[in-house]
């Protein structure tokens, strides 16, 4: 695909019963009984508001979940794998040859015609040069002249518990617009699977106040209502 890549975001796995399973092994730390024997009683949305409310967030460390994305920049993976506590897979520029202009073009650049020119033209000359260094040197160094904005799929792996960091950061407005897009996605996927975990998940405005201050984007009512 040339130009504008198209995100894809799906939901390869994910820990069954979330709720419940992290709700039975909160129940657990306070009971005679082993979460086997507690799972499928009680009502887990009450359970674990009252744990994670108390701070108590390594129980939803139990819920995984791993997505697959693909059609995003290098630009966001350099991002994204600045989250520690997750698993990442990312396609190697090393050993698969990109053949064609393959990039993510910003919101941005398109809207302007005469700048979008621009940038296509930048792309394709890189494309150009890289294909003739392919020629004389190995790819993994041929690899170097590719921009940020060359495209890539990778496979996310994060706990719930990371997860609700991950959406706090980078479902804010002051997230880089593309690694936003992608947690939003992310998050409705999640909250389809496991709606109490993630009831309120997403920046820190959605259940409070913001806390970047003078950095704030300004429209915190209209973040929570989106």
């Known amino acids: 695909m040339t130009g504008l890549s198209k995100m894809k975001v799906v939901l390869l796995s994910y820990t069954r019963d979330a709720?419940?399973?992290c709700a039975a092994a909160g129940r657990s730390c306070y009971s005679e009984k082993p979460a086997d024997e507690i799972i499928g009683t009680g009502n887990p949305e009450k359970t674990l508001n009252s744990i994670v409310g108390m701070g108590h967030y390594s129980v939803i460390e139990h819920a995984v979940f791993t997505f697959s994305v693909s059609g995003v920049s290098r630009s966001l993976t350099h991002q994204l794998v600045r989250h520690r506590v997750a698993s990442f897979s990312q396609q190697s520029q090393r050993y698969v040859s990109l053949n064609k202009p393959d990039y993510v073009t910003p919101h941005t650049i398109a809207d302007d015609p005469e700048i979008s020119e621009i940038y296509k033209k930048a792309?394709?000359?890189?494309?150009?040069?890289?294909?003739?260094?392919?020629?004389?040197?190995?790819?993994?160094?041929?690899?170097?002249i590719l921009p940020n904005g060359c495209t890539t799929?990778?496979?996310?792996?994060?706990?719930?518990?990371?997860?609700?960091?991950?959406?706090?950061?980078?479902?804010?407005?002051?997230?880089?617009?593309?690694?936003?897009?992608?947690?939003?996605?992310?998050?409705?996927?999640?909250?389809?699977?496991?709606?109490?975990?993630?009831?309120?998940?997403?920046?820190?405005?959605?259940?409070?106040p913001c806390p970047e201050g003078e950095k704030s984007c300004g429209h915190p009512k209209r973040v929570k209502k989106h």
């Open 19 to 21: 709720d419940e399973i």
């Open 123 to 144: 792309m394709e000359d890189i494309w150009d040069v890289y294909s003739k260094l392919s020629e004389k040197v190995p790819v993994e160094d041929a690899r170097y």
């Open 153 to 208: 799929n990778i496979t996310i792996t994060m706990n719930a518990r990371e997860l609700l960091h991950f959406f706090a950061l980078r479902c804010c407005e002051r997230a880089q617009w593309e690694i936003r897009e992608m947690a939003e996605e992310m998050l409705r996927l999640c909250k389809e699977v496991s709606p109490t975990i993630f009831r309120d998940a997403g920046p820190p405005c959605v259940t409070g």
